[in-house]
């Protein structure tokens, strides 16, 4: 599938989200603990999602968040990693601050990805023989900044607990963000209103922001500098280059 196709396929999943908003038909269910929420319409869009794509390109894998689909162990050929609702959470409590995100990768290089803000209707797509689009205008890398001149996007738990210097690096910052929602954050970095983010992701996470940010030439990997493994949870940075070198050097001390 091409990206205008993509595109296409998210704004669709997008007008669903929606109409479930609108008729409150929402069975809301936890995972893990009390605030890991899924709902029925998490499972709903994954299943759409991945009915279209299967159809297009019947031979392509896939990873995605809900109903089995969280592991792959063989990432050769192209394949497809989605998050139906990037931030649940926000979505049930707040109905706004969550995207709709694939990323496609082809032998584990980058080549497409797709980060759909639902209720700002903002589509940033993209890949590297491409470059970077917000609803279909090309954009320029931002500014590659320091920390100190920019808001850093940070995990609240992180923060709180001053994780690997998290909250010193708030510090260093002109300002802290906090809104719960990976696809949200990174879209931000992308648009220039961020200079970093910090959070603890799944690869669904971060897979679509991450095609985009290489694009940029912005950095992304674990907090120690290691590459992301698209296996599990990690602790994930990310950020223009300046700021990115300024923050893993920090990380890295001891507290």
């Not at 196709?5 to 997008?14: D, H, P, T």
């Not at 689909?69 to 109905?95: A, H, K, M, W």
């Not at 990768?105 to 689009?133: A, C, N, R, T």
Request: charged residues 25%; contains cysteine.
């Amino acid at each position: 599938m091409d990206r205008e196709e993509i595109e296409v396929l998210l704004r669709q999943a997008g007008e669903k989200i929606k109409v479930a908003l609108d008729n409150t038909n929402i069975q809301v269910d936890t995972k893990t603990n009390r605030k890991d929420l899924v709902t029925n319409i998490d499972k709903e869009i994954q299943r759409f999602l991945i009915e279209a794509i299967v159809k297009q390109d019947p031979h392509a894998k896939i990873m995605a968040e809900e109903n089995g689909r969280d592991q792959l162990n063989d990432f050769s050929g192209r394949v497809y990693i989605i998050d139906p609702i990037d931030g649940t959470l926000n979505f049930v409590l707040e109905q706004e601050n969550f995207c709709v995100m694939i990323g496609i990768y082809e032998d584990q290089q980058p080549v497409l990805g797709f980060i759909y803000d639902v209720m700002k209707d903002q589509m940033l797509s993209g890949g590297p023989k491409i470059g970077v689009y917000c609803n279909g205008s090309r954009l320029d890398a931002p500014a590659d900044l320091r920390i100190e001149d920019g808001l850093l996007g940070l995990n609240s738990g992180m923060y709180a607990a001053n994780f690997h210097h998290a909250r010193d690096l708030g510090q260093k910052a002109m300002g802290v963000r906090m809104l719960g929602c990976a696809g949200v954050e990174l879209s931000a970095l992308l648009l220039g209103q961020r200079i970093g983010y910090i959070s603890n992701l799944s690869p669904w996470d971060y897979a679509a922001g991450g095609v985009l940010l290489e694009t940029f030439g912005m950095k992304m990997s674990r907090l120690d500098g290691t590459p992301l493994s698209f296996s599990g949870r990690e602790y994930f940075i990310a950020g223009t280059k300046k700021a990115y070198t300024e923050m893993i050097a920090l990380t890295k001390q001891e507290n």
